[in-house]
């Protein structure tokens, strides 16, 4: 079946350096864009990253912008999160999803996020 | 940047009623890129509608998105126990980016 598995959190002190993993199964993960979402203890969701299905386009949120990269792997099936210079206010749930568009990040249209790993968690703190 | 307001914060209803969310843009946004999504405590989120109207895959027909400009609604015919939950409108916009609302928490009555 389909299905996204994200590892790799933990507790990390601020100004250090994470790097998240999601292993994508069940698809054909090289034909489809990918999203990082985070959500912080007991907050909403707040859209981190995406990348296009070959790599060759990335976009992040402003507060991330310039600290974490979004990249894949498409001959491994996994998508990856390299967080530097991580802050308290980057404690959070990650997870990664699989965009809802077959091929090009859509334009004209937009499908949603429709499958989603567990999430992995991530600690910043002293 | 447009900032998406949902309301209500909480809405307290019983299983068999009809449950009415509200999504609303600062700015204009094509329906188009108008998606909502279901979180239950403990799990990831769900993608319950995209283009503001179309059910995703496996989504029961008694969820119901509609809209158009700044003001957006999901509905939920008839409330099951397994409904109740914390939703989320979200918006694709340019370069892309995309926004979500500070979500609705669907609570029994």
């Known amino acids: 079946q389909v299905q996204l598995v994200e590892s790799g959190g933990g507790v990390v002190q601020p100004g250090r350096s994470l790097r998240l993993s999601c292993a994508a199964s069940g698809f054909t993960f090289s034909s489809y864009g990918m999203h990082w979402v985070r959500q912080a203890p007991g907050k909403g969701l707040e859209w981190v990253a995406v ?31 390299q967080m530097n210079s991580l802050r308290a206010e980057d404690t959070a749930v990650y997870y990664c999803a699989k965009d809802g568009h077959y091929g090009p990040l859509a334009v004209l249209y937009y499908y949603g996020m429709d499958v989603w790993g567990q999430g992995t968690t991530v600690t910043v703190s002293s | 940047e447009i900032v998406l307001t949902q309301s209500p914060g909480t809405l307290s209803l019983s299983p068999g009623e009809r449950a009415t969310l509200s999504c609303r843009a600062s700015q204009s946004v094509s329906s188009s890129y108008l998606a909502w999504y279901q979180q239950k405590p403990g799990q990831a989120p769900r993608l319950l509608i995209y283009g503001a109207s179309s059910r995703a895959t496996g989504i029961p027909d008694r969820f119901s998105g509609s809209g158009s400009g700044t003001d957006f609604t999901l509905t939920i015919s008839r409330l099951e126990p397994e409904d109740f939950a914390v939703f989320y409108c979200q918006q694709y916009g340019s370069p892309p980016k995309y926004t979500f609302g500070q979500g609705t928490k669907l609570e029994i009555k």
């Open chain 1, 51 to 81: 990348i296009s299905y070959d790599g060759s386009n990335k976009y992040y949120g402003d507060s991330v912008k310039g600290r974490f990269t979004i990249s894949r792997d498409n001959s491994k099936n996994t998508l990856y999160l």
